[in-house]
């Protein structure tokens, strides 16, 4: 069974400050990892994921994450937060390796930017 | 971008109705999913669906609800008798299918229900 730890429900970050959202996962075989972004009243969507090729993965408006085995660990970061970066993230891991694509999904963690 | 649209955005109904959701997945690809977020809640599987059947399911998949795929471009849930616990928002997904793809999702379908 796979399950998805994130620290922190809510975190808030001054603008040009990094952005740090720390996700911890444990999974019976080699994971699938992502990260989704979900804007107020909006859908999930996908900022970057890791399938097995490069452990430092780029996303989209800036966001990077990196796969550390040794430390189940798929933690997303951004140099310099910017206002519109204030959303819900939700870090997610699937088995795809075993053949199912089924998502399952942190509890979120919540990103304020202060002016 | 190719993406996942779901109908309606938001939907008020009372309890003990039915209630029908409807999503049409990216066009070529082979697996769809429902999701449902309580609100405060993490987002959490419902179902799967592959060649025209359910592959997987939660256990908060029971009796009361149903998915469907009635032509080549819908997919569909179904609540047969809505409970409070049941207002939420519920997510449409789909994906290609090999590994390393990346799973879409719709915007979202609000279910309230009073």
């Known amino acids: 069974a796979q399950s998805v730890t994130q620290l922190g429900s809510h975190v808030s970050v001054s603008e040009g400050a990094l952005v740090l959202l720390r996700c911890n996962y444990s999974s019976s075989v080699p994971p699938y990892l992502f990260w989704y972004v979900q804007y107020p009243n909006q859908g999930l969507q996908l900022l970057l994921k890791y399938t097995s090729a490069a452990t430092l993965v780029k996303g989209i408006n800036g966001f990077e994450a990196e796969f550390k085995k040794s430390e189940t660990s798929f933690h997303l970061t951004k140099p310099s937060a910017h206002m519109s970066d204030a959303a819900e993230y939700f870090c997610?891991?699937?088995?795809?390796?075993?053949?199912?694509?089924?998502?399952?999904f942190g509890k979120g963690t919540k990103l304020s930017v202060i002016p | 971008e190719p993406e996942v649209t779901q109908t309606p955005s938001h939907q008020v109904t009372q309890m003990g109705q039915e209630v029908i959701l409807r999503c049409v997945p990216i066009?070529?690809?082979?697996?769809f999913y429902w999701y449902r977020q309580i609100l405060g809640q993490k987002v959490e599987f419902l179902v799967s669906f592959y060649n025209n059947e359910i592959s997987e399911k939660s256990e908060i998949f029971d009796d009361q609800f149903s998915v469907e795929r009635p032509d080549g471009s819908n997919f569909t849930l179904k609540i047969r008798s809505t409970k409070l616990e049941d207002s939420a928002m519920y997510f449409c997904?789909?994906?290609?299918?090999?590994?390393?793809?990346?799973?879409?999702f719709g915007e979202g379908s609000w279910l309230t229900v009073v």
């Open positions: 997904a789909s994906i290609l299918g090999p590994p390393g793809n990346t799973i879409y």
């Open positions: 997610a891991v699937s088995d795809q390796g075993a053949g199912s694509y089924q998502l399952t």
């Open positions: 066009s070529n690809h082979l697996y």
